[in-house]
């Protein structure tokens, strides 16, 4: 087994990883043999984007969403949450503190809305953050689907990367992961509008869903290859209790290291498959352990999104259950990343919008 696992690991820089190298790898249980795949994955991640971390702040402007996936904690059926949309001031506020913070970039996401307010509202945003901080401050949209002409708008307002998972590759999952009208198609035609407008397109997929096999994340991580993005932002499938989807984890505590695991692996093996792209260390790998963002960094990814909403609102954005850092506001936030990153021996790239060297080379 070792041996085997040696002869994938040496040869990923001058071969390409078959279906089944990559299904081995993502199978890895032995703890030695992680370790090994993590420093392998680090020291691509070293050599093809450097040990820079880059920052994305996020600013959750909105729970208010018109959809209803069956995992997600602010669909529209849950009525146990109290909806909120940020005050438009209070969003170019945050914006402008995360420029004065010298973060590159921030990330707009809310629930899913498409009416013309909302459209005009985003739009007006844009234009007054690129307006306040001088064009400065990349700006990445996760707002979900909308139309080609929707998605141009935003783009001539000054949005230049889009964030959109395809949840899962494998479209009879994704059926039965959200109701019949959420169309696999649709999905996958808005990420080839947001390419074709010229947007820096991410996606990804959750992890360790109910219905998911190992077939299925290799199969992730190949459409990844084939849609040629230019980043990557997937984490662990948490349960929120108050989804249809969480019938499938009686007992999601005991799943946690599992989960976690399977993240972090994700993570590693993506990075030695694409090597040149942005891959995100996301918040739901903290819900799961402390230290989760860290590993995920020392794993291969690159990105940090740290919250920077503004307290009040945090609680109404669980997405999920247990999101941490719930009280605490973005200075700390900030400050508490900070040491965490440079602690194990990463820097940040500040004042840089850090596009990923993959969007360079293709464009
Ligand atoms: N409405 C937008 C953006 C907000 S949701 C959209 O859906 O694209 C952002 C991401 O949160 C989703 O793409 C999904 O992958 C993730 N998410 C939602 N519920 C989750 C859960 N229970 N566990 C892990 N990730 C979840
Ligand atoms: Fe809405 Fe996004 Fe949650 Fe789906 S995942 S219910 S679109 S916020």
Not at 153 to 176: D, P
Request: hydrophobic content about 35%; some cysteine; overall charge negative.
């Amino acid at each position: 087994m070792e041996n085997y696992f040696n002869n994938i690991i040496n040869k990923t820089e001058s071969e390409e990883l078959s279906f089944d190298d990559i299904k081995f790898l993502l199978s890895l249980e032995d703890k030695n043999l992680l370790d090994k795949l993590f420093k392998k994955a680090y020291e691509c991640k070293l050599k093809h984007v450097g040990n820079k971390v880059f920052f994305r702040g996020i600013i959750e402007f909105s729970n208010i969403c018109k959809k209803d996936c069956y995992y997600c904690g602010i669909r529209k059926s849950n009525s146990n949450v109290e909806r909120f949309i940020m005050d438009e001031n209070d969003i170019i506020n945050s914006a402008i503190w995360a420029h004065k913070q010298e973060f590159g970039s921030i990330v707009l996401q809310s629930g899913e809305r498409c009416d013309e307010n909302y459209v005009e509202l985003v739009e007006r945003i844009l234009l007054k953050i690129k307006e306040v901080t001088n064009n400065e401050l990349g700006v990445t949209l996760s707002l979900g689907e909308q139309t080609k002409q929707t998605y141009q708008r935003w783009y001539n307002a000054g949005a230049h990367r889009y964030l959109l998972r395809i949840e899962t590759s494998n479209k009879s999952i994704y059926n039965k992961i959200h109701p019949e009208n959420h169309l696999f198609e649709e999905r996958l035609q808005c990420l080839y509008d947001l390419k074709e407008i010229g947007y820096q397109v991410g996606t990804g997929v959750m992890i360790g869903l109910p219905f998911q096999s190992t077939d299925d994340l290799v199969n992730d991580i190949l459409f990844f290859k084939k849609m040629d993005v230019a980043m990557i932002g997937m984490g662990p499938y948490i349960v929120h209790k108050e989804t249809p989807l969480a019938q499938y984890f009686e007992n999601f505590d005991e799943m946690k290291e599992y989960q976690l695991n399977l993240g972090l692996k994700m993570i590693a093996v993506t990075r030695l498959f694409l090597k040149d792209v942005n891959i995100a260390s996301t918040t739901a790998l903290q819900t799961l352990d402390p230290i989760g963002r860290e590993k995920g960094l020392l794993a291969g990814a690159n990105i940090i999104m740290p919250n920077i909403s503004d307290v009040r609102y945090r609680k109404n954005y669980q997405l999920y259950d247990n999101k941490p850092c719930l009280d605490e506001n973005a200075n700390l936030c900030r400050m508490c990343l900070e040491g965490r990153i440079l602690h194990i021996g990463e820097k940040i790239g500040f004042n840089e919008w850090g596009d990923s060297p993959h969007f360079k080379k293709n464009n």
